[in-house]
C-alpha cells in the first residue's frame, strides 16, 4: 500500500505539529501503522504504532503524554499529533503499514512512507 508522509517542519521547542501519513487503496483499514524517526547520526526507531481499527495503541516511553496517534479510516489517514515538541525530537520521520497485528517491531511493517523532516529548535 503507498503511504504519503507530510506536517514536518520547523517549530520552537514547546510547539506542537501534526504530521500524516496517508495511503491509496480501499484495504488500508485492515492495516496496522507505525510511525518511526530516525535522527541524524543514528538508527531508526519506534515512536508510535495503532491498529487497524485503533483499538490497540502503543508509544515509546519518551513520547508518551505528549505524542497522540489517531487514524480516520474513511480518509485512509493515520495522524500523528504530537505536542511540548523537544530538541530532542528531531528526526525524520516515517510512517510504515503492517497486514499484521500492530507492532513496535520495524521488520513487521512491510509498506514505508518516504519520511518527513521534523526540527525543534531550542
Known amino acids: 500500500v503507498p503511504l504519503q508522509a507530510s506536517g514536518g517542519g520547523l517549530v520552537q521547542a514547546g510547539g506542537s505539529l501534526r504530521l500524516s501519513c496517508a495511503a491509496s487503496?480501499?484495504?488500508?483499514?485492515?492495516?496496522?501503522v507505525g510511525w518511526f524517526r530516525q535522527a541524524p547520526g543514528k538508527e531508526r526507531d519506534f515512536v508510535a504504532a495503532i491498529g487497524w481499527n485503533g483499538g490497540r495503541i502503543a508509544y515509546v516511553d519518551s513520547v508518551k503524554g505528549r505524542f497522540t496517534i489517531s487514524r480516520d479510516n474513511a480518509e485512509n489517514t493515520v495522524y500523528l499529533h504530537m505536542n511540548s515538541l523537544k530538541p530532542e525530537d528531531t528526526a525524520v520521520y516515517y510512517c510504515a503499514a503492517s497486514i499484521a497485528s500492530m507492532s513496535t517491531m520495524e521488520g513487521s511493517y512491510g509498506f514505508w512512507g518516504q519520511g518527513t523532516l521534523v526540527t525543534v529548535s531550542s
Open positions: 487503496g480501499r484495504t488500508f483499514s485492515r492495516y496496522a
